[in-house]
């Protein structure tokens, strides 16, 4: 307590020096935090979304592998389809346990039923499904009938109204998925029947007609059985099933990864460096406080003040600067990020999703201490330096 | 005693100062961060168009500055213990609605707008820093004496 309470006398009467370690330490450790919690969350997004999309495989037919990760990322359509009766020769391959068809049917612009400007459609096939259906047996006890879908976190039923209406048609929504920060959010699953029946009513309902071929699907998701092994059946599908590209769930993705691990090590880099240079002139401001305090140190020393005493006393002030810095730069970084996310997710391009509480609590407690830690250890050697000095020779200066 | 009271008042000078780059801020970044700034409007069946609900809360908005720019110039020229603790109050009250402004009473549009991406977490952020520095002027003035 008697050294904690030196340390706070210690930084309040020399306020400016201080200040500017205080303000350094905030500083990197919100830059820390911010490209952290950055990359985290594009990687929570994707993991949330990879969760949510619940395959093994992604089978899409061959040239638009690009096209269908960008429709399931960004929620754009795609109008490359492939003919049903692919799903035959999928179900024959031995190792796969389960397909079932998806169809990317749509894009609506600026509709009132989704906070984001484009609504995406995507029809399942509820017979095969296994996506979708486990969550709808969870939260509704049952699949969807004609007329019912279900929608991404975005998607809502307009106020004032009890259905969405799509081509002129009437839907009800029955619930939301949970976010997942990827194109799922603002996408809308129907059944198969549902499409038949809206691209029907579209004719006499809607300004520009649907079409719905049921012949045509965008993409098949595959099921794996136990004990296989995903790499080993993907190259089955490339050999057995001409015209199809299979994608493996932790390879899905793939560009958009590269590119954020590309980010990732050059936030990375760019962080090291500024925390070896910040360290390093912290280290300097301490060594030149050490330098003016060497006298006011020996009057301590005098009074009968350990060695170990002033050097613990140095530390601590650099610790509870530290301290301060970093709970006030990682608080303001975390509040900015969480307030600013929709706007750093769009100018980024890049799915983002805040991570878990538990996630967050982590990195908050690391970059506190790693703060206290790089500064502590900036002060060390003028800290030992001080504390070990001839009290003489001190005094006599 | 007398240095303290002088240093209370100088501390309540900058704090004032700050009040009012926060009220111009408030007042301001809404009028072009709004749908309606962008050129986007409703359209009506009528085939008219209505401002969207963010234009509202801009409006709104001006109406949350103006007096918490009135509470920070007063705050620079009154030394009066009461009255700067009165401002302080006030200045937390005009801090409170304007973050309620976007986030209940009156709402911003739709995700990706920049009325929810900018101007929302802007008043957010002000109201907040109005509520901070409104209450380190009611602290620093009940330090101060009479």
Same mark, same amino acid.
């Given at each position: 307590?008697?050294?904690?309470?030196?340390? $706070?006398?210690?930084?309040?009467?020399?306020?400016?020096?201080?200040?500017a370690?205080?303000?350094?330490?905030?500083?990197?450790?919100?830059?820390?935090?911010?490209?952290?919690?950055?990359?985290?969350?594009?990687?929570?997004s994707?993991?949330?979304?990879?969760?949510? #999309?619940?395959?093994? #495989?992604?089978?899409?037919?061959?040239?638009a &592998?690009d096209?269908? &990760?960008?429709?399931?990322?960004?929620?754009?359509?795609?109008? =490359?389809?492939?003919?049903?009766?692919?799903?035959?020769?999928?179900?024959?391959?031995?190792?796969?346990?389960?397909?079932?068809?998806?169809?990317?049917?749509?894009?609506?612009?600026?509709?009132?039923?989704?906070?984001?400007?484009?609504?995406?459609?995507?029809?399942?096939?509820?017979?095969?499904?296994?996506t979708?259906?486990?969550?709808?047996?969870?939260?509704?006890?049952?699949?969807?009938?004609?007329?019912?879908?279900?929608?991404?976190?975005?998607?809502?039923?307009?106020?004032?109204?009890?259905?969405?209406r799509?081509?002129?048609?009437?839907?009800?929504?029955?619930?939301?998925?949970?976010?997942?920060?990827?194109? /799922?959010?603002?996408?809308?699953?129907?059944?198969?029947?549902?499409?038949?029946?809206?691209?029907?009513?579209?004719?006499?309902?809607?300004? &520009?007609?649907?079409?719905?071929?049921?012949?045509?699907?965008s993409?098949?998701?595959?099921k =794996?059985?136990?004990?296989?092994?995903?790499?080993?059946?993907?190259?089955?599908?490339?050999?057995?099933a001409?015209?199809?590209?299979?994608? &493996?769930?932790?390879?899905?993705?793939?560009?958009?990864r590269?590119?954020?691990?590309?980010? $990732?090590?050059?936030?990375?880099?760019?962080t090291?460096?500024?925390? /070896?240079?910040?360290?390093?002139?912290?280290?300097?401001?301490?060594?030149?406080?050490?330098?003016?305090r060497?006298?006011?140190?020996?009057?301590?020393?005098?009074?009968?003040?350990t060695?170990?005493?002033?050097?613990?006393?140095?530390?601590?002030?650099?610790?509870?600067?530290?301290?301060g810095?970093?709970? /006030?730069?990682?608080?303001?970084?975390?509040?900015?990020?969480y307030?600013?996310?929709? #706007?750093?997710?769009?100018?980024?391009?890049?799915?983002?999703?805040?991570?878990?509480?538990?996630?967050? #609590?982590?990195?908050?407690?690391?970059?506190?201490?790693?703060?206290?830690?790089?500064?502590?250890?900036?002060?060390?050697?003028?800290?030992?330096?001080?504390?070990?000095?001839?009290?003489? =020779?001190?005094?006599?200066? | 005693?007398?240095?303290?009271?002088?240093?209370?008042?100088?501390?309540?000078?900058?704090?004032?100062?700050?009040?009012?780059?926060?009220?111009?801020?408030?007042?301001?970044?809404?009028?072009?961060?709004?749908?309606?700034?962008?050129?986007?409007?409703?359209?009506?069946?009528?085939?008219?168009?209505?401002?969207?609900?963010?234009?509202?809360?801009a409006?709104?908005e001006?109406?949350s500055?103006?007096?918490?720019?009135?509470?920070?110039?007063?705050?620079?020229?009154?030394?009066r213990?009461?009255?700067?603790?009165?401002?302080?109050?006030?200045?937390?009250?005009?801090?409170?609605?304007?973050?309620?402004?976007?986030?209940?009473?009156?709402?911003?549009?739709?995700?990706?707008?920049?009325?929810?991406t900018?101007?929302?977490?802007?008043?957010?952020?002000?109201?907040?820093?109005?509520?901070?520095?409104?209450?380190?002027?009611?602290?620093?003035?009940?330090?101060?004496?009479?």
């Amino acid at each position: 307590v008697q050294l904690v309470r030196l340390a $706070l006398k210690n930084i309040r009467a020399s306020g400016f020096r201080s200040l500017a370690i205080f303000l350094a330490v905030m500083g990197v450790a919100g830059f820390l935090l911010t490209t952290t919690l950055i990359i985290a969350g594009a990687r929570y997004s994707l993991d949330s979304g990879l969760k949510r #999309l619940g395959a093994d #495989l992604l089978v899409v037919p061959f040239g638009a &592998e690009d096209k269908i &990760e960008t429709a399931l990322l960004m929620g754009k359509p795609t109008n =490359i389809f492939m003919p049903r009766n692919n799903l035959e020769k999928l179900v024959g391959i031995p190792g796969i346990s389960a397909v079932s068809p998806q169809v990317y049917l749509a894009s609506m612009y600026d509709s009132p039923c989704c906070a984001v400007s484009e609504m995406f459609i995507v029809v399942y096939d509820p017979a095969t499904d296994f996506t979708l259906t486990p969550w709808l047996e969870k939260y509704l006890g049952r699949g969807l009938n004609e007329k019912e879908v279900i929608g991404g976190t975005y998607i809502f039923v307009p106020q004032g109204e009890k259905y969405i209406r799509l081509y002129g048609y009437d839907t009800v929504l029955l619930g939301n998925l949970e976010p997942t920060g990827t194109g /799922i959010d603002q996408t809308l699953f129907m059944t198969l029947e549902t499409a038949m029946a809206m691209a029907a009513s579209s004719s006499s309902t809607a300004m &520009e007609r649907l079409y719905v071929n049921p012949d045509r699907i965008s993409a098949a998701m595959v099921k =794996i059985a136990p004990g296989e092994d995903a790499h080993r059946i993907a190259l089955r599908i490339l050999k057995e099933a001409p015209g199809m590209v299979p994608i &493996e769930s932790p390879n899905l993705f793939g560009a958009f990864r590269s590119q954020m691990n590309g980010l $990732l090590w050059g936030f990375l880099a760019i962080t090291v460096t500024i925390w /070896i240079i910040a360290m390093y002139l912290i280290g300097i401001v301490f060594s030149m406080a050490a330098n003016e305090r060497r006298r006011e140190m020996a009057v301590l020393r005098a009074i009968g003040a350990t060695r170990n005493f002033i050097f613990a006393s140095l530390l601590t002030e650099a610790a509870l600067l530290a301290f301060g810095g970093a709970i /006030i730069g990682i608080s303001s970084a975390a509040i900015g990020l969480y307030l600013f996310k929709d #706007l750093l997710a769009g100018s980024l391009r890049m799915p983002f999703l805040f991570p878990s509480i538990p996630s967050f #609590l982590g990195f908050y407690g690391g970059g506190v201490a790693l703060a206290i830690l790089a500064i502590t250890l900036s002060a060390l050697i003028p800290a030992f330096r001080i504390s070990r000095q001839e009290l003489a =020779i001190a005094m006599r200066e | 005693v007398p240095s303290k009271q002088r240093r209370g008042v100088k501390m309540n000078k900058f704090l004032g100062i700050t009040l009012i780059v926060i009220a111009l801020a408030i007042a301001i970044i809404p009028a072009f961060t709004d749908c309606q700034s962008q050129g986007r409007s409703l359209a009506l069946a009528n085939g008219g168009t209505t401002a969207m609900k963010c234009h509202w809360t801009a409006q709104a908005e001006i109406a949350s500055g103006v007096p918490l720019l009135a509470v920070g110039a007063m705050m620079v020229v009154i030394r009066r213990k009461k009255a700067l603790i009165t401002l302080g109050v006030m200045g937390s009250i005009v801090g409170i609605f304007t973050i309620l402004l976007p986030t209940q009473l009156i709402g911003v549009c739709q995700t990706t707008m920049l009325c929810n991406t900018i101007m929302k977490p802007s008043l957010t952020v002000f109201g907040s820093l109005a509520i901070i520095v409104s209450l380190g002027a009611m602290v620093l003035a009940r330090k101060m004496g009479d």
